[in-house]
């Protein structure tokens, strides 16, 4: 169910505005090639356009920075000296983090943002020239940081250094799609500095668009189009999904066996779709912790001139040569604005140029979108100051934040929040609702490769779960659980009701839990029924089913040593923590599941055969119990 008209969500490419086919919202693959050494994968949209035997274009050759008060472009040596200093600053940015982590014990995760440690140093630095002792000392912190050498090369620079500066601050802006008071201190390049993270090999642009491999992706499946989920109910194994009608004819209701939900974070910070009931506290204070950005772009088509030149191939500050290049700015408060061009002409050939607008710049202009050509061309005609900067013949500017289906660009780790978010929403709610894009891929977030592996990494597991094997265990245990509420309730039909039960049953693809369908079931066999208590009401029974798929799922998605406290807390029925027990048993051998059972859990295993020790039909579970002992 797609709320739009089109599919592709953030991948986006305009084919009406432009000569060309141009990208509004993802437009680069961030690596092709599998890098073995850094245990890089490739991000696996390349492989559809190496399928369709679609072009891509490198991303190559240098990206100079322009002054824009100067308006020249800045020395080699400038550049890798603020270069140098802009790492000197995450060094101490870093180290900073890990002071903060010692003080506390090395517990939570750090509430510190980039923005103000950066802040701080400056302040530190400024305050050291002015001789403020109270600050004196916290430079002096800043030092012991590993800062001082920093601290000792911000005090030289200049003010074009500081603009230069400011530009490596845009760039990171534009990496996280945030404001730097708002990044993790502590965690903020997560995606590329844990083991495995971020893709490998060169990174591309598509000259025919990035829609194409979305657009390939849908071909053959039934997308519905313009249908916005508006509501979700989950429970008693099954999920009730509301949404608009695509043909405007009110809301519908899909009944379904599971779902996956995709839609972006920022929906979810919204509350855009109702959960009933609502999502636990865990899913929800991490959709709430996790951040969420912004980042914009204008698009600018210009006429060519007659020998086939546009102006940015002319005059002193040409960059004809290069596909992207920076632009310094005068002050702090508008650095991300425009800090960046990419040179179209280099990647489709035609001549259109766009403009990034990162960090608050990024915010403001879906306040002021009518300003924003107008202010690209005063940018590029400051640049380009001596050949003349026509009208542009077409542009667009887009406003993802205002985006009812986005509400924003891509995930970040916001201050307070740490990698772990993202493993904890890709958890699903119960085994009903299941969740997959880009905030849920821990190794590569905001793309859309890792959107895409998220996407197999849940069709995998509810494949798993509807598969023979497992769905065999669980059915036994859900068989049981029906046969004896319906010999409870003296449910029996007509004739014997009963069918034979059927020596091999073919596999199909979507086997639906036996013990649910009522037109046909098998006879009960009575020792099966050793083991389950009587429900005395439908409200415990569907529960005791629900925990039931909650413990097969949780071990399908879960690997290793685990802390089993806070699902063995979440079962209360009987058949809930046997099938806890039975999953410790059957898979102990292989994985360090019973390693993982620690002296808190079993106590709680204690307590559990306690409580059901006078319970009548339990030998089965006092069994299991034994045994996992
Ligand atoms: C400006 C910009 C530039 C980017 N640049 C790059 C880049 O160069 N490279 C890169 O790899 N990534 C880039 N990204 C990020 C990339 O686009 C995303 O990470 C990726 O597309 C996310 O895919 P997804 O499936 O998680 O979400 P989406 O693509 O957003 O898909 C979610 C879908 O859910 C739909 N939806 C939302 N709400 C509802 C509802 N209530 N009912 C029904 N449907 C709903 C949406 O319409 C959408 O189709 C960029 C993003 C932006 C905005």
Request: hydrophobic share 35%.
């Amino acid at each position: 169910m797609e709320g739009r008209e089109r599919v592709g969500g953030r991948v986006l490419t305009d084919r009406e505005t432009f000569s060309r086919p141009i990208d509004l919202g993802a437009s680069i693959i961030t690596g092709i090639a599998a890098d073995v050494n850094k245990g890089r994968r490739f991000d696996p949209s390349s492989t559809i356009f190496q399928q369709l035997g679609l072009k891509t274009k490198e991303l190559e050759g240098e990206c100079p920075i322009f002054d824009a008060v100067k308006r020249a472009k800045i020395s080699k040596e400038m550049d890798r000296k603020i270069a140098g200093v802009f790492d000197g600053i995450l060094d101490m940015c870093t180290n900073k983090a890990l002071a903060f982590k010692a003080a506390s014990g090395g517990k939570g995760v750090g509430k510190e943002n980039f923005g103000d440690t950066v802040k701080e140093l400056f302040e530190s630095e400024r305050a050291l020239q002015e001789g403020d002792g109270e600050k004196v000392e916290d430079k002096q912190g800043a030092a012991d940081e590993g800062g001082e050498e920093v601290v000792t090369s911000l005090r030289q620079l200049t003010e074009e250094d500081l603009r230069v500066l400011r530009w490596h601050y845009a760039h990171t802006e534009y990496g996280c799609s945030a404001r730097l008071n708002e990044i993790s201190l502590e965690h903020w390049n997560q995606d590329e500095s844990e083991d495995g993270a971020g893709f490998g090999g060169p990174h591309v642009m598509v000259p025919g668009g990035y829609s194409r491999a979305m657009e390939s992706l849908s071909d053959g499946l039934h997308v519905r189009t313009k249908a916005c989920v508006k509501g979700i109910k989950y429970g008693d194994g099954k999920v009730e999904v509301t949404c608009s009608n695509p043909d405007d004819e009110g809301d519908e209701c899909i009944v379904a066996d599971s779902v996956v939900v995709t839609v972006p974070l920022g929906c979810l910070k919204r509350k855009k779709i109702e959960f009933d009931p609502p999502l636990p506290d865990w899913k929800q204070e991490c959709i709430d912790r996790l951040g969420y950005g912004n980042l914009n772009k204008v698009v600018l088509e210009f006429k060519e001139e007659d020998d086939g030149n546009v102006f940015w191939e002319q005059g002193s500050n040409s960059v004809g040569d290069v596909m992207m290049f920076g632009m310094t700015s005068e002050s702090e408060s508008t650095c991300g604005r425009f800090f960046m061009f990419w040179n179209m002409k280099k990647v489709c050939g035609s001549p259109i140029l766009i403009g990034l607008l990162a960090g608050e710049a990024a915010y403001e202009a879906e306040q002021e979108d009518n300003k924003l050509v107008p202010q690209a061309m005063g940018v590029l005609r400051n640049l380009f100051h001596d050949v003349t900067v026509p009208e542009p013949v077409s542009c667009r500017v887009t406003s993802w934040l205002s985006d009812e289906f986005s509400h924003g660009s891509y995930s970040f780790v916001a201050a307070g929040a740490s990698g772990d978010d993202y493993d904890t929403l890709a958890l699903p709610v119960s085994s009903l609702v299941h969740f997959a894009g880009e905030h849920t891929w821990r190794k590569n977030p905001d793309t859309v490769g890792g959107a895409m592996l998220s996407g197999i990494r849940e069709a995998q597991s509810i494949l798993r779960m509807f598969s023979r094997d497992v769905a065999t265990v669980v059915d036994d245990m859900m068989f049981t659980l029906d046969a004896s509420k319906d010999l409870e309730e003296g449910e029996e039909e007509e004739g014997d009701g009963w069918e034979e039960e059927e020596e091999d049953i073919p596999k199909v693809e979507n086997p639906k839990f036996k013990g649910e369908k009522k037109a046909k079931k098998q006879k009960p066999r009575q020792q099966k029924i050793v083991g389950t208590v009587p429900y005395l009401s439908n409200a415990d029974h569907a529960q005791a089913k629900e925990e039931i798929r909650n413990v097969y799922t949780y071990f399908e998605m879960r690997k290793g040593s685990e802390d089993f406290a806070e699902l063995m807390g979440s079962l209360k029925s009987l058949d809930g923590k046997r099938a806890f027990v039975k999953q410790c048993i059957a898979r102990g051998d292989k994985t360090n599941y019973l390693g993982a059972l620690k002296e808190k859990h079993l106590g709680l295993l204690n307590s559990w055969i306690l409580e059901f020790a006078d319970a009548p039909l339990c030998t089965d579970f006092i069994c299991d119990f034994i045994r996992l002992l």
